[in-house]
């Protein structure tokens, strides 16, 4: 079972194709900019001219610039894993590592990796700058549950991102992922949650945006709404991990 588990050459290697690809890279940098820009501009723009200008929930409102980088966050999950399906580029790479389950592994501990350090740096910028300009509304570092947020933003992109590379290897293609979830996520939710609000709430976004709100409601916790998420991500991954062991190149 050891052979399957990275090792630092494949990593390093999945490092590279990675940080070789302009779009995926383009799009690790749109979680951090799209996420902290956004917040920090409409803060700016309405932050302090009544309570709940942003939203009911004061805590949720400190990210609502979350809403676009988590687009971000799909396409660098799907772009990161659909170059491998181009122009036989998965042949190549099972050469070199003839192992598919160390080679799917390392692909998806790289992209965690990176999609963690850049969410928790964007979690915290989008606090900070954005409560710069609350006014009166401001809530401070320190307050119950900035810390939790902040954290939390760092692994709902996490497993945004993991949830977009397992559906992506599923279908092979990042087109496709983006056209599934993009409008899933910004749309489907938001219209199955005015309709039947005890099933949305296990909905991958809303699931994991629990450990991001001040006031609870429903069934789910903060820790045990990201756990829900985090079920929908393992789902896709290992669906991926099935389509890559069993399908040609």
Known sequence: MS????????LHSEW?????LRSTLGA????????????????????DAEAGSMGDDPL???YYGLNFGQIAAIAFGATALSAEFHNGALRTSLAAVPNRTRFY?????????????????????TFVAGQAFMGPYTLELGSPGTYRSIVGCGLYLTLMSLFAAGLTAVLRSATAVLSLLI??????????????AGVAQFLPDRAGQMVMRMEMFGDLGPWSG????????AAALTGGWVAVRRRDV
């Open 28 to 47: 690790l940098t749109a979680i951090l900019v799209a996420t902290a820009g956004i917040q920090t501009l409409t803060a700016a723009l309405i932050g």
């Open 183 to 196: 409008p899933f996520i910004l749309m489907v939710s938001f219209i199955i949650g005015a309709k039947a």
């Open 105 to 125: 592994l390392s692909k998806m501990a790289v992209i965690a990796g990176l999609a963690l350090v850049t969410g928790q740096i964007t979690g915290l910028v």
């Open 226 to 233: 990201l756990g829900v998420m985090a079920l929908w991500a």
């Open 60 to 62: 949720l409102a400190a």
């Open 16 to 20: 590279i194709k990675i940080r070789s």
């Open 3 to 10: 052979s399957a588990l990275p090792t630092v050459p494949v």
